[in-house]
T-cell receptor, first 109, second 109 residues
Framework: ETGVTQSPTHLIKTRGQQVTLRCSSQ?????VSWYQQALGQGPQFIFQ???????GRGNFPPRFSGLQFPNYSSELNVNALELDDSALYLC????????FGPGTRLTVL | KNQVEQSPQSLIILEGKNCTLQ??????????LRWYKQDTGRGPVSLTI?????NTKSNGRYTATLDADTKQSSLHITASQLSDSASYIC????????FGAGTRLTVKP
């Protein structure tokens, strides 16, 4: 067990909709990172939050946004969903040692 | 261009056999290199982490090596088991974290 949980496990949306994915990590892990993993590919870095502020971002458009809360939980929001957004979305807490959550499988139809 | 290249892309071996997975990187400056095991549809689980000064690290039947001069790493799995079937991802930390695409290992009885 990594102590990182994500919800929901699976999600189906249609193109143009908006989605919110959630991540809960261990107390004291004040850094959270989000990744997008397409089928058969390695994870791609979306962004990282440290103490509730974004402090790093990968090559993803602004319709990918996030929040981190004082209780170390985090959200990933994606607006105007596109078919290519279908992927496994992973969150990972801490930094020197990353603990990954089980992921949320998003399917966009 | 991905700065972390893994080979082979996929591998099938018989239970009980050994295998070696390769990771070459161009990430610079280099901070550390990690190997993760990822079951299908799940989050990655850390196997080993090595810094610049370490050239080998073991975790049970998994042994990782690192040659920081040639920027190469390998993950050796001994006496493979059916449960070793998974994707193995190499992650190199430098200015940021770079993920390889992974090697898909299938262990057959």
């Amino acid at each position: 067990e990594t102590g990182v949980t994500q919800s929901p496990t699976h999600l189906i949306k249609t193109r143009g909709q908006q989605v919110t994915l959630r991540c809960s990590s261990q107390s004291g892990h004040n850094t959270v990172s989000w990744y997008q993993q397409a089928l058969g590919q390695g994870p791609q870095f979306i962004f990282q939050y440290y103490r509730e502020e974004e402090n790093g971002r990968g090559n993803f458009p602004p319709r990918f946004s996030g929040l981190q809360f004082p209780n170390y939980s985090s959200e990933l929001n994606v607006n105007a969903l596109e078919l290519d957004d279908s992927a496994l979305y992973l969150c990972a807490s801490s930094w020197t040692k990353q603990f990954f959550g089980p992921g949320t499988r998003l399917t966009v139809l | 261009k991905n700065q972390v290249e893994q080979s082979p892309q996929s591998l099938i071996i018989l239970e009980g056999k050994n295998c070696t997975l390769q990771c070459n990187y161009t990430v610079s400056p280099f901070s550390n290199l990690r190997w993760y095991k990822q079951d299908t549809g799940r989050g990655p689980v850390s196997l080993t982490i090595m810094t610049f000064s370490e050239n080998t690290k073991s975790n049970g039947r998994y042994t990782a090596t690192l040659d920081a001069d040639t920027k190469q790493s390998s993950l050796h799995i001994t006496a493979s088991q059916l449960s070793d079937s998974a994707s193995y991802i190499c992650v190199v930390s430098g200015p940021d974290m770079r993920f390889g695409a992974g090697t898909r290992l299938t262990v057959k009885p």
